[in-house]
């Protein structure tokens, strides 16, 4: 590698960068509005949902528990006078689960026990119907304890459950949702940015001057590579920043495995970049296959969102390839964990097998040679 | 330095390319050389294999057979030494439009090796020679079409090559950036030491190089200094005059077996024999030998070796001068933000004449042609086709006018026929009307054999051809072309003209722009524009008899041109 | 308006859609992909998530109760430590999602009449599939639980809880996700047909043959419109047909209410593509234009995360998404058999979305050729 020629090169992609906005957009702008966008779009913590109470015969022993209902802040309750109209409010949408009492409830509850408290959830969006039934268990749940301390006799269940939760003990999805988010974001950015720009030389002409000039293959890509390495790291960098002071996600792990972790999955991204424009040498082929390759698969199999054990077979092994998931989980680890070696040591060795492969591949096929 | 080593040296070369699964012959065993000091010429028609040959030079593409040997560098096993010595300019030489003038030089002066110490004085030379001096912090992008290819041809030399590779560098400029960029490269060939390779499309050009490659097909027809090509037809090329307009004159020529060519020029046709052939006897037309012109060799050549007849240009009686205003101007005014590209135009243009729209890049002459067509509205001004207000009532005055633009914007994806159905139905042709245009652009551009090729698949030629049926396909009394024959060579620009004299016998009102200033002699009336405003007006002889000084009696129109516009530019950069 | 052109118009956009290769892989390939891909990977419960079990048991009780877990699909057994410090790493290592620990009076307190306690461990770095897992694990063990009191004849707590799911009783995400794919890849043909299509013209240079043809700008945007109505509907008909047949959706509602709001639907999604593709000179910037709008309306839309989860102001702003009505009108219609009178609510703000959204279009589209 000629010292000359690269700086030549990497202050000519410096150059344009400070000259052409859209690369700046996309590295700064877009990842701050897709962050806001995401992270106060997309959660998965249900508050205030409205529920409607129905008691066919209201006592002191209905109201005490529906009092639990209402201090409980995750519920907005509405009372209905009867099961016709708590199901019509149902129907349309209005309330999103019913708590029905039975006439007979408060007699069965004092005398032998057992009594039925009907839960009807709307279980058309299943994963919210599941918190939200995970929250009236817990409201019950503290009515019994109520309900024994007040007569004196100790509750007596043959199991009882105590759960921690390690690493997020409130269990805010924004919490883990935002280290993900900049995982997926860094995937599309990463890749667009360089996705473009080869596409842009090979249209405009340039990258055949440059083929015909004593410039290297591997000075040509490295050319490329550094330029848009820096504007990337600014563009995480924010993201980390945004995560932090925005949405006060807690940073346990050290900053600089997390830069170390960033600048791997980085080379992963702008390698793909590379590697799409290579192929496509077309703007806009290379921005669809961006799109459609990095933002969708991230989004979807990278863990991010979805479990990935849950997953059937074929799409689980098709997630390994997608260095997403291993940053995706590097990054909720660091966040939200601390510098847990083992994962972070098995994610950075499975981007390091990414990034390799995908700029060898890049070196490869590309040669100084227009067929 | 010895001058009989060759610098660059090809034998039998060979390259095909696979094209939708059909092997193409790109380059079918071509020999030649270049010597130090000799600017060779590349010349030949589009899809002659002119930028492959050039791409295979600069090792950019591997022969399949032959060798290539430049600068003592075989391409196959050493292209890189190759790259390191050689300057090559591409086709769209590839300037970065976001950096300006100084940072494209300072990128190629790094990636040629050019150590700091002499840059000073390499750039200081170069830009004295390119004129460039006083743009170097400008950006590439703002730089006018012909500053850039001086740029771009900087950017080769920044690093003194001693083989140049140049591949078509004077398309789509206008004259005068034309005539300075051949000033610095038979400078560069002067000094004795490089040696040029350049490929154009302008056959004029063949005459400032030292030897000539005439290829066709991929394979090299003739070669030889051009002064060769002439000689061979020496006393075949006559000027034939009438007192009828010249266009007439080449109509009743090309209807006579023994005539190879006629083409327009100044007040009447210059006509080359076919080989043997006797002069006739025309009556009312009289015959005056001229010097041959290596376009007249290439002509011949060409037509030899193309399978494709030359077209008949239809024998129609002489234009019938329809009284018939068919556009008219009145004090058309564009302005893009504060900048005023059209200040104030007038003109008119009666019915069945052809009229010619003439300007350098940037003189507002693209301006002037949008608003024509409606396709721009202008910023004042009255503006009046074929009796309709464009403004007013502009899908009536568009039902009347045919447009078919430099890129012959066809749907590349459609077939010859959708096309061709496509538009007919655009402008309202239905039922057996339609079935009947069809027909007769099928047989008048015989485009029968292509019906059901993509638009995309032809050659460019026959796009040509079907833009043109497609913009004729409902009869329109007027035609505006513009640039209609850019990139398209010789022979079919000749049939091209052809069909359009044709059109305008017809008394069809033709309208056109262009840079080949041979062409301009086609017109009946010709604009020539300058800085937005008319800076002259009139037929072809009288633009020429403005530009007649003592020193050039019979200047050419493009000397006329040239000295026409050196003259208001200089005018108006005093007045500023 | 001349119906003869509109309809020569129309003709040509299809062909020059479908005699393409890349725009045909485009039309066909991500929307097939994304179908499967999204219907199998994107859903919310759980299978085989990695547990580990700290039995310090030795009884017969605790051995049930591991039992129960070994059988139960959710849960996948992977580690058995057999010392308690190792739980730890088990977890932050992600062997396991979570760790149950049976403490070494389990099965006695239960001979005893006691209360047992059972520990649960859970990786919150990922909170939602913690709190899926959790209540996953409170189900089986409430289960045990349940069984054992009436086995072992413990008295029975005051209440009980009955729960039952509506439109959904197994509550399989799945049946939520599909009828949202159909909104969402309905969202990105309509876009991709018609928001790069003049700009591919005008790249091509026959944006302006067009405009020296007669065809008015009304035309021509009708030409635009309807390739992406047709195209549009006709992709929705087959996700949907694939939706019912092989990921057994079940549709309770009125074929007529669903093609009602897809009508709408188009006709909002095709002025914001018109109007995208209106606006940028080249192919590239409608690109931009098209993934610019596509991820906000998607996020914000209720695809994936409730609308009623967002912060309020962020709520406001879907109002203005017209995939947020149509996403309830495809589930009302599907899982809870919603017909036309019910959806009112959802086609009004459409209709206006959709003129809105046509007549920015026609503006940009004349603006840009004056």
Known sequence: MNRQRLRGLIRKEALQILRDPSSIAIAFVMPFVLLLLFGYGVSLDARHVPIALVAAHPTAQTSGLFSGFRQSPYFRPRTYADMVAARRALMKGRVDAIIWLRPDFTRTALGGGAAPVGVIANGVNANNARIIEGYIQGVWASWLAAQARERGQPLVVPVDVRSRVWFNPALRSHDYLVPGLIAVIMTLIGALLTALVVAREWERGTMEALMASPATITEILVGKLVPYFFLGMGGMALSVVMAIVVFAVPLVGSLWVLFLCAALFLLTALGMGLLISTIARNQFVAGMIALVTTYLPAFILSGFIFDIHSMPWPIRILTHIIAARYFVSTLQTLFLAGDVWPVIARNMAALAVIAVFFLVTVARISHKRLD | MDTNTPLLDLQDVRKTFRAGGVRVTAVAGVSFMVRPGTITGLLGPD?????????????????????????????????????????????????????????????????????????????????????????????????????????????????????????????????????????IISALAARGDTGILISTAYLDEAERCGHVLLVHNGEVLDQGPPADFRARMTGRSFFATAAVPGRAIQARIMSDAAFLDAVVQRDGVRVVMRAGAQLPVLPGIAFAPVPPRFEDAFVERLRAASPMPPAPPAAAPPAPATSEVMVEVHDLRRFFGPFEAVRGISLRVEGGRIFGLLGANGAGKTTTFRMLCGLLPPSSGTLTVAGIDVRAAPAMARARMGYMSQKFSLYGDLSVAQNLAFFAAAYGLRGARRAERLRWASDAFELAPFWNTNANDLALGFKQRLALSCALIHEPKILFLDEPTSGVDPLARREFWGRINALAAEGVTIMVTTHFMEEAEYCDDLVLMSLGSILAAGTPAEI?????????????????????????????RRAS | MDWYRVQALVVKEFLALLRNKASRMVLIGPPVIQLIVFSYAATFNLHNVPIAIYNEDAGAAARQLIARFQGSPYFSIERMPKSGRRIRDIISDKKALLVLRIGPRFSRDLALHRTARVEVLVDGRNSNTALIALSDVNAVIQAFSVHWAGTHGWRATPAILVTRAWFNPNLRSRWFIVPGVVGLLTLVVALLVTGLSVAREREAGTFDQLLVTPLGPWEILLGKALPGFLIGSLEATLIIVVAILWFRVPFMGSVLALYLGLFLFLLAAIGVGLAISSASATQQQGLLGVFLFLVPAVILSGFATPIANMPLPVQYLTYLNPLRYFLIILRGVFLEGDGIAILWAQYLPLVAIGLVTMTIATWLFRRRLT
């Open chain 2, 47 to 183: 899809g002659a294999g002119k930028t492959t040959l050039m791409r295979l030079c600069a090792g950019l593409l591997l022969p399949d057979a032959g060798r290539i040997t430049a600068l003592g560098f075989d391409s196959r096993a050493d292209a890189a030494g190759i790259q390191q010595s050689v300057g090559y300019m591409p086709q769209r030489f590839g300037l970065y439009e976001d950096l300006t003038a100084q940072e494209n030089l300072d990128l190629y002066a790094d990636l040629h090796g050019v150590p700091k110490a002499a840059r000073r004085a390499r750039y200081e030379e170069l830009l004295r020679l390119t004129g460039l001096g006083p743009f170097g912090r400008r950006l590439a992008r703002d730089l006018s079409g012909g500053m850039k290819q001086k740029l771009g041809l900087a950017c080769t030399l920044v690093h003194p090559p001693r083989l140049l590779l140049l591949d078509e560098p004077t398309v789509g400029v206008d004259p005068i950036s034309r005539r300075e960029l051949w000033l």
């Open chain 2, 544 to 572: 020429r008899a403005r530009a007649r000084t003592p020193e050039r009696p019979d200047p050419t129109m493009d000397d006329a041109f040239v000295a026409l516009i050196e003259a208001h530019e200089a005018q108006a």
